[in-house]
C-alpha cells in the first residue's frame, strides 16, 4: 500500500501539472485569439454613417444648420434651459465598420471620444461586443448618446452651445466637421484589456489611423 501511495502521489503531480499546463494553453490561445481579432480592427476601415435623431432641450436639431433655422418658439424654449443650466443633448451615431482582412476583427467594448473641428468634446464607452466578419465584412455599431450639453460646454454662451449641437447635423445626416477615435478592448478568463492607442475615423472609409 505504501508503494502504491508513493507511485500515485507522482502521477497526481503529473496529472495536475498537465492540468495546468493544458489550462495555461488554453488560455494563451484565447488571449492570441483576441489579440489577433483587436489587431484586425486596425486595418479595419471606417466611416460614422450618420447621426439621427438630434434634440437639445427638447428641440429637433436634425435639419438645423445655423441659429437662423430655428423658430422663435423654439428659441425662446433654448434658451429658458440655458437660463435654467440644463440643455439636455441627445443624438443617435452610427459608425459603419468594413473588414477587408482574412481576419476576424472583433472587440469586447471601446472608449470613444467626439471631435468637432479638431477639438475634443465629448468621451464615453460602449461595453457592447461586436465582431467583424474577414474578406469584406460589414459591421454597424449604434451609439446612443445622451448629457447635459450646458456643463459639456460651460462658460460657452447660448450661441456657442446651438452651434455645436447644430454642427452634429449634415445634409445627409452626418457633419464633415465630425470626427472620432476610439480604442477597442478584448475581455480574456474575465479580465478586460485596452488597445494601447486610439484610432480616428471621419465620413468616409479608411483605415483607421493612430
Given amino acids: ?35 489577433n481579432q483587436t489587431q484586425a480592427l486596425a486595418n479595419c476601415q471606417y466611416r460614422i454613417a ?10 429637433p436639431f436634425q435639419n438645423v ?3 437662423r433655422d430655428i423658430s422663435l ?35 469586447s467594448g471601446m472608449d470613444w471620444v467626439l471631435m468637432i473641428d479638431g477639438t475634443e468634446y465629448l468621451n464615453g464607452a460602449v461595453n457592447q461586443r461586436l465582431s467583424i466578419s474577414p474578406n469584406g465584412g460589414n459591421a454597424s455599431l449604434p451609439m ?25 447635423s449634415g445634409v445627409d445626416g452626418t457633419s464633415s466637421r465630425i470626427t472620432m477615435k476610439i480604442r477597442p478592448s478584448f475581455a480574456v478568463a474575465g479580465r478586460v484589456y485596452k488597445w494601447p492607442s486610439f484610432f480616428t475615423i471621419n465620413r468616409d472609409f479608411r483605415a483607421g489611423s493612430r
Fill in 50 to 59: 450618420n447621426v439621427s435623431n438630434i434634440a437639445l432641450a427638447g428641440v
Fill in 65 to 67: 444648420k445655423t441659429i
Fill in 144 to 168: 446612443n448618446v445622451s448629457l447635459n450639453l450646458f456643463q459639456v460646454l460651460s462658460g460657452k454662451s447660448k450661441d456657442n452651445i446651438i452651434n455645436f449641437a447644430s454642427a452634429l
Fill in 1 to 35: 500500500m505504501y508503494y502504491l501511495k508513493n507511485q500515485v502521489k507522482p502521477f497526481l503531480a503529473l496529472f495536475f501539472l498537465s492540468l495546468l499546463s493544458l489550462t495555461l494553453l488554453s488560455g494563451c490561445k484565447e488571449i492570441q485569439k483576441a489579440v
Fill in 73 to 107: 418658439m423654439n428659441a425662446a424654449q433654448l434658451g429658458t434651459a440655458y437660463l435654467s443650466k440644463n440643455m439636455p443633448l441627445s443624438f443617435n451615431l452610427n459608425v459603419a465598420i468594413r473588414n477587408p482582412t482574412a481576419q476576424a476583427a472583433a472587440f
